[in-house]
């Protein structure tokens, strides 16, 4: 079965500093990737995702991820935190054979001012 | 548009009570999905409906039920709630051709005590 794996649960990050977070997924198959972001007291809301098109998604409010097959990995940018960005950010892996989504533990992204 | 519906948003039982969440979309989406999410576990897949009729088993099933009852609902039943069940539950849906993506309800904040 497809899984996802983040390593960090909790990211501090200065304002205005890069924001970097990891992802490597393990798939039989070429995978649909996804990060989604949860603000808090809220559900999920989707950020990007990755579709087997162009390898490099970009996504709301700035965010980014590289699709890189031979790294097995799919980790989420930003160039320059903002205060807003605080939340906990997961990604995400199904394959092509179904829609059922597998998490990562997710990363709590703290923004330090 | 009103999304992905979840009722109630908070909840306490007692160890040994019964109860049923509530989900209902109106995105007209083929899946739907009910998660758990637990501190530093990710979100954990309980049951899910591919589509109307049919349910299956996800990560965590054990001590749960679900119902279909149409398109738009998909209920998640406790027979007799247990500590173990103290948790933040998500409703999902999603169309089978969108690849994956999933959008979410705000979430139940249940507390077996």
Same mark, same amino acid.
Request: net charge positive; proline share 4%.
């Given at each position: *079965? $497809?899984?996802?794996?983040?390593?960090? %649960? !909790? +990211?501090?990050?200065?304002?205005?500093?890069?924001?970097?977070?990891?992802?490597?997924?393990?798939?039989?198959? #070429? #995978?649909? @990737?996804?990060?989604?972001?949860?603000?808090?007291?809220?559900? @999920?809301?989707? @950020?990007?995702?990755?579709?087997? *098109?162009?390898?490099?998604?970009?996504?709301?409010?700035?965010?980014?991820?590289?699709?890189?097959?031979?790294? &097995? %990995?799919? !980790?989420?940018?930003?160039?320059?935190?903002?205060?807003?960005?605080?939340?906990?950010?997961?990604?995400? +892996?199904?394959? !092509?054979?179904?829609?059922?989504?597998?998490?990562?533990?997710?990363? $709590?992204?703290?923004?330090? #001012? | 548009?009103?999304?992905?519906?979840? &009722?109630?948003?908070?909840?306490?039982?007692?160890?040994?009570?019964?109860?049923?969440?509530?989900?209902?979309?109106?995105?007209? !989406?083929?899946?739907?999905?009910?998660?758990? $999410?637990?501190?530093?576990?990710?979100?954990?897949?309980?049951?899910?409906? *591919?589509?109307?009729? &049919?349910?299956?088993?996800?990560?965590?099933?054990?001590?749960?039920?679900?119902?279909?009852?149409?398109?738009?609902?998909?209920? @998640?039943?406790?027979?007799?709630?247990?500590?173990?069940?103290?948790? +933040?539950?998500?409703?999902?849906?999603?169309?089978?051709?969108? $690849?994956?993506?999933?959008?979410?309800?705000?979430?139940?904040?249940?507390? +077996?005590?």
């Amino acid at each position: *079965a $497809q899984s996802v794996t983040q390593l960090g %649960s !909790h +990211v501090s990050v200065s304002e205005g500093a890069l924001v970097l977070l990891r992802c490597n997924y393990s798939s039989s198959v #070429p #995978p649909y @990737l996804f990060w989604y972001v949860q603000y808090p007291n809220q559900g @999920l809301q989707l @950020l990007l995702k990755y579709t087997s *098109a162009a390898t490099l998604v970009k996504g709301i409010n700035g965010f980014e991820a590289e699709f890189k097959k031979s790294e &097995t %990995s799919f !980790h989420l940018t930003k160039p320059s935190a903002h205060m807003s960005d605080a939340a906990e950010y997961f990604c995400a +892996v199904s394959d !092509h054979g179904n829609n059922r989504l597998a998490f990562g533990k997710g990363n $709590q992204v703290v923004v330090i #001012p | 548009n009103a999304g992905v519906t979840q &009722t109630p948003k908070f909840q306490v039982l007692k160890t040994g009570q019964s109860m049923t969440l509530q989900c209902a979309q109106d995105m007209n !989406h083929n899946s739907m999905y009910w998660y758990r $999410q637990d501190p530093g576990m990710g979100l954990r897949l309980i049951y899910y409906s *591919a589509s109307e009729g &049919t349910t299956d088993k996800g990560e965590v099933p054990n001590g749960y039920n679900v119902s279909r009852l149409n398109k738009r609902e998909f209920s @998640l039943r406790l027979e007799s709630a247990a500590p173990s069940q103290t948790s +933040v539950y998500f409703c999902a849906s999603s169309e089978l051709r969108a $690849q994956g993506e999933a959008f979410f309800g705000q979430g139940t904040r249940l507390t +077996v005590v």
